[in-house]
């Protein structure tokens, strides 16, 4: 069975600062690895995928990710927090294909920006 | 632009009058996912159908349903709701291919039971 695992259900940084959201994975296969981002009442918006490719992955609006199999994590990193960041990031694992790219997602961490 | 809509956004439904929500798409994704997500806490997946066949998650309540009549639309019936479906329902599609590729989400509905 595939998990993730969030540390850090609230995480909070000021404007400026680097963010860590941390996310650690369990999975029998290989994993393909995902970050979602949800603004209060919207749906989840795509922030970057680990497809198995390159193990350091860049997303929409600075973030990046590294998979590290030896660690089994997929930590989210962005150099500078603006407030337009506080949002809620969900890590979310998927099998691949033939298994219709069900989304085992975590539980959550909810990121607040200081000014 | 092609995308994912759900209506409608916000529902109020009263205690154990049927309630469906609807969700289209413009994508031609094989692969059609309803998730729910209580407040503060991680989308949980309902069902999903890949093309026409239909694939339920061991522990969906038989009070949830579904219908895809189409590629494009897929909808969510609620037969009886009771006080604790009220959660933000989430449609999403995805495409079955290698590599893999992300699910992409609707605005999602707010359903309330009152």
């Known amino acids: 069975a595939q998990s993730v695992t969030q540390l850090g259900s609230h995480v909070s940084v000021s404007e400026g600062a680097l963010v860590l959201l941390r996310c650690n994975y369990s999975s029998s296969v290989p994993p393909y690895l995902f970050w979602y981002v949800q603004y209060p009442n919207q749906g989840l918006q795509l922030l970057l995928k680990?497809?198995?490719?390159?193990?350091l992955v860049k997303g929409i609006n600075d973030f990046e990710a590294e998979f590290k199999k030896s660690e089994t994590s997929f930590h989210l990193t962005k150099p500078s927090a603006h407030m337009s960041d506080a949002a809620e990031y969900f890590c979310a694992v998927t099998s691949g294909p033939g298994a219709t790219n069900k989304l085992i997602f975590g539980t959550g961490t909810l990121l607040a920006v200081q000014p | 632009d092609a995308m994912v809509i759900q209506n409608p956004r916000y529902q109020v439904t009263q205690f154990g009058k049927p309630v469906t929500l609807s969700c289209s798409q413009t994508?031609?994704?094989?692969?059609m996912y309803w998730y729910q997500q209580k407040s503060s806490q991680a989308p949980k997946l309902l069902f999903h159908y890949y093309d026409k066949d239909f694939n339920n998650e061991a522990d969906t309540p038989d009070n949830f349903q579904s219908r895809r009549p189409n590629t494009s639309f897929c909808f969510l019936d609620i037969r009886s709701p009771g006080l604790g479906d009220a959660a933000m329902y989430l449609c999403?599609?995805?495409?079955?291919?290698?590599?893999?590729?992300?699910?992409?989400f609707g605005q999602g509905t707010r359903l309330t039971v009152v």
């Open positions: 994508l031609n994704h094989n692969v």
């Open positions: 680990y497809t198995s490719a390159a193990t």
């Open positions: 999403a599609t995805s495409r079955v291919s290698r590599p893999v590729t992300e699910a992409f």
